[in-house]
């Protein structure tokens, strides 16, 4: 039981990364319908500029929030400058800029800072407690925490503010808010700003333990896609839930089925296969209905 | 009279353009390029061919897929085994592959027929990242001594050379791997070709344009995206076959399918969607571009000198900033976006010296 238990911590720790970075996958899909292939890219470079202003001896939290601050107007930039000119152009061709992001980002982010593995100090002490034989490491306590806080805090933002009704109005609907006064183009920057912050948070959390380099995000946003698919790519509550699911689904066939030694991926995505077959749109995503 | 000419004049141009192409892909790569350039031609091929049948998929019948890699991947690995396990030539396999690939496309088309859109580029992707794990726990490393984890090894050298049976002027292995490779994709262009302007091809159109208005004039959609989607799984497994004689070996890594998948649809894409020969194209572009950065990119820029191992890193990053600039100026690929051009082109030509007459 102290074992289940122990493993379902963990994958909750996991499963709270693939949530955040979930999370901004959905608020970028919400308001520009992009799947954005680069977003694991985006919070690789803010986490090399967590590991720069470490390196000018900036203590570790300041340091997160300038990247989380520098992502923030980069992420609006970034929609502004480069997905602005091609917005109303075809999925696919959104989908092809976003790669080319993807690789760009990845490359200058190795040019700029060099392609060794870079070590990140640790933002919180690293310690593990026992309470009745159950392992909990402060590593999955500060995932959790701050996936909770971003929670409460985009809930806060986009429920309770004139700005969060903004969002939610170009969200559902561009076209008829923009008539009504709603200035659409900031909200749209406003959602890519907000995505790249996270994803900055989450990416320097998840990253300091087991080190920097070129390909650190990608596994991550592997199961972040699956996450996002599974709850449905326009509800973050979706990501998040299945995002959790994800990570537990990972490390729980990893320690109890022996048979899918080797292939554990097979789970999580079996597990998405089989919910897309019974809902198309994920757990918590909105159907379409079309006419002829 | 006028549109009698234009068609002589364009058929005279595309006749010109065939025998040119015939010379250079049949006779000057193979016979006058050096061996590693000659491989490198058949590496753009077989990515030409896996494209096509990807834009088949997803030009022709609006399906995303970015899982394409592991149906190559599945090619390259039954060739591979049947060729070093149980000595089979290559053109033995290519049945066997063209038909399990099509099969395992029809199976997977069928769930992948309730998801739509970007759902379906998610499964899909499962399908790439889960491909590798499966072949490392279930395809025996044993299979030679001396490669490593994920790999079916070297092939012999004598599976290599040409069959007897080729003509004289198909000496070497490079040449062998080229021509074979050539011979599939014009096959594949051919085929591709009647595809889209028959019946079927038609059904691909209508359900990409309007899957429910494609219904209710009674196209089976359920049955045209299945094949579709198999159709698509044959071209890339087929490509997949063409990847051992050009590599001489069989490898697949997480990383490795969920490249080849991003290619063959970067491929498709600035090729030109909905194009025979875009992806052909689209596939030599992003073969070489990566040679011709290394090449003739500059070694400094103002005072910042730039050393190869920085090169190397950095040349993603050129063809990504290509890519997204190449978006903005032909959205529609290079064929689709030239064309294009030339057509509009043509059009105030004639117009330009009609209209005096008309007025």
Not at chain 2, 39 to 51: K, N, P, S, T
Not at chain 2, 171 to 192: E, R, S
Not at chain 2, 223 to 230: E, G, H, M, T
Not at chain 2, 236 to 241: D, E, I, L, P, W
């Amino acid at each position: 039981m102290a074992l289940f238990l122990t493993q379902l911590m963990n994958g909750i720790g996991s499963g709270a990364v693939y949530a955040s970075i979930a999370l901004a996958l959905v608020l970028v899909f919400r308001t520009t319908g992009i799947l954005n292939f680069a977003q694991g890219e985006m919070a690789l470079y803010s986490t090399y500029l967590v590991w720069f202003f470490t390196q000018r001896s900036v203590p570790v939290w300041i340091a997160i929030l300038l990247a989380m601050i520098i992502s923030f107007i980069g992420g609006a930039a970034i929609e502004r400058i480069l997905i602005r000119p091609v917005e109303q152009a075809s999925p696919l061709v959104l989908v092809i800029v976003t790669i080319g992001m993807f690789l760009a980002i990845n490359s200058i982010a190795q040019v700029q800072f060099g392609n060794d593995i870079k070590i990140l100090p640790r933002a919180y002490p690293n310690k593990t407690w026992l309470p009745g034989g159950v392992q909990i490491s402060s590593d999955t306590l500060v995932l959790v925490g701050v996936l909770l806080a971003e929670c409460l805090i985009l809930y806060l933002l986009l429920n309770r503010t004139r700005i969060g009704l903004a969002f939610r109005a170009v969200a559902s609907n561009p076209e008829s808010s923009r008539l009504v006064g709603v200035p659409v183009g900031r909200m749209l920057m406003l959602g890519w700003a907000m995505a790249a912050a996270i994803g900055a948070l989450a990416g320097a959390l998840v990253i300091a333990p087991v080190g920097l380099q070129g390909a650190s995000m990608q596994e991550i946003l592997v199961y972040s896609f699956a996450a996002a698919a599974l709850g449905g790519f326009d509800s973050p509550l979706g990501a998040v839930v299945a995002g959790l699911i994800v990570g537990v689904a990972g490390t729980l066939t990893t320690q109890y089925l022996h048979a899918v030694h080797d292939i554990e991926l097979v789970v999580p995505f079996g597990l998405i296969l089989l919910v897309l077959l019974v809902r198309p749109s994920g757990l918590f995503g909105s159907r379409r209905v079309e006419r002829v | 009279m006028t549109a009698d000419r234009a068609r002589i004049i364009r058929l005279g141009v595309a006749f010109a353009l065939l025998i040119a192409a015939v010379y250079v892909f049949g006779w000057y790569i193979p016979q006058f390029y050096e061996q590693g350039t000659t491989y490198l031609w058949a590496e753009a091929l077989y990515i030409g061919v896996a494209a096509m049948g990807l834009n088949l998929l997803t030009g022709y019948n609006g399906q995303v897929s970015i899982g394409h890699g592991a149906f190559f991947g599945l090619g390259m690995y039954t060739t591979a085994i049947l060729m070093q396990s149980h000595d089979w030539s290559f053109t033995e396999t290519l049945p066997v592959v063209a038909a399990l690939s099509f099969g395992v496309g029809v199976l997977v088309g069928f769930p992948a027929l309730r998801v739509k859109g970007l759902y379906l580029a998610l499964v899909t992707l499962g399908l790439a990242v889960l491909f590798p794990q499966l072949t490392n726990r279930f395809v025996p490393h044993d299979l030679c001594k001396t490669c490593g984890t994920s790999q079916v090894g070297e092939l012999r050298r004598v599976k290599l050379l040409p069959p007897s049976w080729t003509p004289t002027f198909i000496k070497h292995p490079d040449q062998w791997a080229y021509y074979a490779t050539l011979t599939i994709a014009v096959i594949g262009i051919v085929a591709l070709f009647l595809i889209v302007r028959s019946r079927f091809g038609r059904a691909l159109i209508a359900v990409r344009d309007h899957e429910a208005a494609a219904e209710t004039v009674g196209i089976n959609v359920a049955r045209v995206k299945v094949i579709a989607f198999a159709t698509s799984a044959l071209y890339a497994g087929v490509a997949g076959s063409c990847f051992v004689l050009v590599k001489r070996l069989a490898t697949a890594s997480s990383v490795s399918v969920f490249q080849l998948s991003i290619e063959f649809l970067v491929a498709v894409v600035i090729g030109g969607t909905a194009t025979v020969v875009g992806p052909l194209v689209g596939g030599i572009i992003v073969v070489f571009s990566g040679r011709w950065i290394s090449e003739s990119f500059p070694s400094t820029i103002l005072f910042w000198h730039i050393n190869d191992s920085v090169k190397n890193l950095l040349s993603p990053a050129i063809f990504g900033i290509g890519l997204i600039l190449l978006m903005y100026v032909l959205p529609d690929g290079i064929v689709g976006g030239g064309r294009r051009i030339v057509n509009s082109r043509l059009r105030s030509l004639r117009r330009g010296k009609t209209s005096p007459a008309s007025t």
